[in-house]
């Protein structure tokens, strides 16, 4: 999975910040950074949905595109660690040097998370 630019990752923020669906204007308007172009926005959110980050849907009227992610942050970066992963030559490895980097709480968090061995 590729990392996002800066106005990708901008965009993705807007709309991981809702649960409702957003038309580009409301993502221009929500932008912190407001030099952004209407057009430059809509361009990248439809690159955007391409590349399978975002979903849209026409509007009840048909002629408005709404916006949404097409998953949340989490999964988000649970594919850029998975990706991260993969450049290593020795994943066990890297597990191994991540795991020992993590808090306690981080640690519990990831043994929960585990699927559970029968006995």
Do not use: C
């Amino acid at each position: 999975m590729n990392s996002l630019g800066d106005l990708e990752r901008s965009i993705m923020e807007v709309l991981w910040s809702t649960d409702a669906w957003l038309t580009v204007r409301e993502v221009v308007n929500r932008l912190s950074d407001r030099q952004n172009a209407y057009t430059t926005v809509m361009t990248v959110m439809n690159r955007l949905v391409r590349k399978g980050f975002i979903q849209r849907e026409r509007d009840d009227d048909g002629r408005t595109w709404r916006y949404r992610p097409a998953a949340g942050r989490e999964a988000y970066v649970a594919e850029l660690m998975l990706s991260a992963l993969s450049e290593t030559g020795d994943r066990l490895a890297a597990l191994g040097h991540f795991a020992r980097s993590v808090t306690p709480e981080e640690a519990e968090a990831l043994r929960k998370a585990l699927p559970q061995e029968p006995l």
